[in-house]
């Protein structure tokens, strides 16, 4: 597998430990990222979307916590935003900030997903190519057009976030992790919650941890999620 960097972050076989990634949303009241990895901010989430709005966030984060690398996500309605944002409203959203951050995150199933994709090669941007299913996890057919699709769009990494209704979906998304590289894999709510500790054990190159607000069914806090890694 091909190195892939988020900022100066080595993610892969590269990785001595699970990376912990937050979600922010409100970057002016934030002090303290306890101890994560990367920040993903949900612009989707912002009190605005305004360009103005969205781009002081961004550059307000990078003055407060400089060096930690950031995905900018600004998540359609369809997979779980917080916004019903436009598509060419989201366009104009990435293409102002696009240099003001160290990868950016994109459905898979977007009509704008190969424009975001191909602005982030121009900006030599890591490019996650993302799936949200908040019904069920899809059988592996489906699971394994979802990945060549993605990196058809020429994604770097491939998300599958996915929500299990009995412990065979999650053995099902742990073979479907297991066989892939460049992959974060994800089995969302209260029955897929152990996977956001173990499927980074077993190669998802992140996981996803709350600082304050829950962002997706059954994500842990930092603090829970770092008080595994430290006991395993």
């Known amino acids: 597998m091909p190195q892939i960097k988020i900022g100066g972050i080595a993610l892969g076989r590269q990785q001595t430990r699970p990376l912990i990634v937050v979600p922010v949303i409100e970057v002016d009241n934030l002090d303290n990222l306890r101890g994560a990895d990367i920040a993903e901010l949900r612009i989707d989430m912002f009190i605005?979307?305004?360009?103005?709005?969205?781009?002081?966030?961004?550059?307000?984060?990078?003055?407060?916590?400089?060096g930690v690398p950031v995905i900018a996500t600004c998540r359609s309605k369809e997979e779980g935003g917080a916004a019903a944002i436009a598509g060419e409203d989201r366009v104009a959203i990435f293409t102002h900030i696009i240099d003001l951050t160290d990868a950016v995150d994109i459905e898979i199933k977007s009509d704008i997903a190969l424009k975001i994709a191909d602005l982030a090669n121009q900006h030599d941007k890591t490019i996650i190519a993302s799936y949200h299913n908040f019904s069920k996890t899809p059988?592996?057919?489906?699971?394994?057009?979802?990945?060549?699709?993605?990196?058809?769009t020429g994604a770097h990494i491939v998300k599958v976030a996915v929500t299990p209704n009995g412990m065979d979906d999650i053995r099902r998304l742990t073979e479907f992790q297991l066989s892939h590289e460049s992959v974060v894999t994800i089995s969302m709510g209260a029955?897929?919650?152990?996977?956001?500790?173990?499927?980074?054990?077993?190669?998802?190159?992140?996981?996803f941890a709350s600082l304050e607000t829950v962002t997706a069914p059954g994500q842990l806090s930092i603090d829970e999620v770092r008080r595994y890694y430290q006991a395993f």
């Open 48 to 66: 605005s979307q305004l360009v103005q709005h969205v781009m002081m966030g961004f550059e307000t984060f990078k003055k407060k916590f400089p």
């Open 139 to 152: 059988d592996d057919k489906y699971l394994e057009a979802v990945y060549e699709r993605g990196k058809q």
């Open 191 to 207: 029955m897929g919650m152990a996977s956001r500790i173990f499927l980074p054990l077993v190669g998802s190159l992140f996981t």
